[in-house]
C-alpha cells in the first residue's frame, strides 16, 4: 500500500536533505582543507544545490 505525501512529510524529507547535504559539503571541505573563501562560490552553492535536491528527490521516490 502506498502512502500519501502529504506537507509534513515533505517539508520533513526537504530538511532532512538540506541538511544532510550541509554536512557533507562541509565534510569535504574539511577533508580536502579547502577555505571557503578563496573557493569559487558559483561552484560551492552549484554543488550544494544539486547534491540537496538529488538527496530530496531520492528521499521523495522511496517514500511514493
Request: glycine share 8%; with cysteine; aromatic share 14%.
Amino acid at each position: 500500500m502506498k502512502r500519501k505525501l502529504d506537507k509534513g512529510t515533505i517539508i520533513s524529507l526537504a530538511v532532512i536533505a538540506i541538511l544532510f547535504a550541509t554536512g557533507v559539503i562541509f565534510f569535504l571541505l574539511f577533508m580536502f582543507d579547502i577555505q571557503i573563501s578563496q573557493a569559487n562560490i558559483g561552484q560551492f552553492i552549484g554543488s550544494y544545490s544539486g547534491l540537496s535536491s538529488s538527496i530530496w528527490f531520492i528521499l521523495l521516490c522511496r517514500n511514493c
